[in-house]
C-alpha cells in the first residue's frame, strides 16, 4: 500500500487547511488515519477512521478537526479549523491493514508526511 498526502502549506492562526491521503495498491485497508510530529516531539495521533466511519480523535484536536473518508476513491482527508501554532508539525497518514483486530492506532503502512505550519 503506498500512501499519498497533500495539502500542507502555511496558515495564520485561526486559519483552516484540508489534507488529503490517497491509498494505493492491492491489499485492503480498514483504518486510515492521521499522525502528526511536531519539532522536537513525539509523533502522536491526530485523528482516525474506519471503514465503518466510526471515527477517533487526540484530545487537543477534538472539535477542530474533522476526518472524513472518501471510500470509493481510497482517500481520507483531514479538515482543520481555528488552527493554532501548537499545531504545527509535519502530518503523516497511515493505515491498517484489513481483517486483522482494528486497533485505531493504524501503522502497517505510513506516508512521507506534509508539513502544516501555523503562524501567530
Known amino acids: 500500500v503506498q500512501l499519498e498526502e497533500s495539502g500542507g502549506g502555511l496558515v495564520q492562526s485561526g486559519g483552516t487547511l484540508r489534507l488529503s491521503c490517497v491509498a494505493s495498491?492491492?491489499?485492503?485497508?480498514?483504518?486510515m488515519g492521521w499522525y502528526r510530529q511536531p519539532p522536537g516531539k513525539n509523533r502522536e495521533l491526530v485523528a482516525a477512521?474506519?471503514?465503518?466511519?466510526?471515527?477517533k480523535y487526540g484530545d487537543s484536536v477534538t472539535g477542530r478537526f474533522t476526518i472524513s473518508r472518501d471510500y470509493g476513491k481510497q482517500t481520507i482527508y483531514l479538515q482543520m479549523n481555528n488552527l493554532k501554532p501548537d499545531d504545527t508539525a509535519v502530518y503523516y497518514c497511515?493505515?491498517?491493514?484489513?481483517?486483522?483486530?482494528?486497533?485505531?492506532?493504524?501503522?502497517?503502512?505510513w506516508g512521507q508526511g506534509t508539513q502544516v505550519t501555523v503562524s501567530s
Open positions: 497511515a493505515a491498517e491493514r484489513a481483517f486483522r483486530p482494528i486497533t485505531f492506532y493504524p501503522d502497517d503502512y
Open positions: 495498491g492491492s491489499t485492503m485497508v480498514n483504518v
Open positions: 477512521i474506519t471503514n465503518q466511519g466510526t471515527t
